[in-house]
């Protein structure tokens, strides 16, 4: 079974602060993608990634970078975290043009 | 623009058939997606439609007419389980990965 796996499934952060979010998959998949879930709004697509150093913007980039060193792995950048931040951020990855398998997700509270 | 719409909340009895519509307007289209995701949970695929018709995996169908722009996911045979929301989802033209566009999704309340 695919397995993708976050760091964290609570976090508490404070404005400000540099936050980094890390999502690994075990399936070898090229694919890796980041987003954010807000009641009301869906999942909507932050970065994601087709493979290894590669990167591409999705549609709310802003306030966010990733980092893609390894192929099983994807970090999410918070440079400087801000209130409206607050979220449930849900990594996904793929093979080629199949469905998405995520991984359990990770609440992030900024205060 | 991009645009999926689906309703946000359905009722349904146990034992039941219900039927979540989703209707979409997307710059390109190259399929169409289903998940399921518990309360506190991550999604989980259901269903997949490239092509006009009717897909049949055991209680859930999943059906797409590319020309109208719709979908819909049959659920049979309802269960308490199936309390869940359900999420839509286009995958759109262009680039090497499938980048996905998602409704808001449906949140079905399974009663006794």
């Known amino acids: 079974d695919v397995k993708v796996t976050q760091s964290s499934r609570y976090l508490v952060k404070r404005t400000g602060e540099k936050v980094f979010l890390e999502c690994v998959q075990d399936m070898d998949h090229e694919n890796m993608f980041w987003y954010r879930q807000d009641p009301g709004l869906g999942l909507r697509l932050i970065y994601f990634?087709?493979?290894?150093?590669?990167?591409e913007k999705g549609d709310i980039p802003e306030g966010y970078s990733v980092s893609r060193e390894k192929k099983e792995r994807f970090s999410l950048i918070l440079e400087s975290a801000s209130t409206n931040q607050t979220s449930m951020y849900l990594c996904?990855?793929?093979?080629?043009?199949?469905?998405?398998?995520f991984g359990p997700g990770t609440r992030l509270t900024v205060t | 623009g991009q645009n999926i719409d689906q309703p946000t909340e359905m009722t349904a009895t146990e034992g039941a058939i219900v039927q979540i519509n989703c209707t979409y307007q997307?710059?390109?289209?190259?399929?169409l997606f289903w998940y399921q995701q518990h309360a506190g949970e991550a999604p989980t695929f259901l269903s997949y439609n490239v092509l006009d018709g009717l897909e049949e995996k055991g209680r859930f169908s999943s059906f797409l007419s590319r020309s109208k722009g719709y979908s819909y996911l049959l659920l049979k045979e309802l269960q308490m389980k199936d309390s869940a929301s359900y999420l839509c989802?286009?995958?759109?033209?262009?680039?090497?990965?499938?980048?996905?566009?998602f409704g808001t999704g449906t949140l079905l309340a399974v009663q006794p």
């Open positions: 996904a990855s793929s093979y080629d043009r199949g469905e998405q398998y």
């Open positions: 989802a286009v995958e759109g033209h262009g680039g090497a990965t499938n980048k996905l566009i």
């Open positions: 997307t710059s390109g289209f190259n399929g």
């Open positions: 990634s087709y493979d290894v150093k590669m990167k």
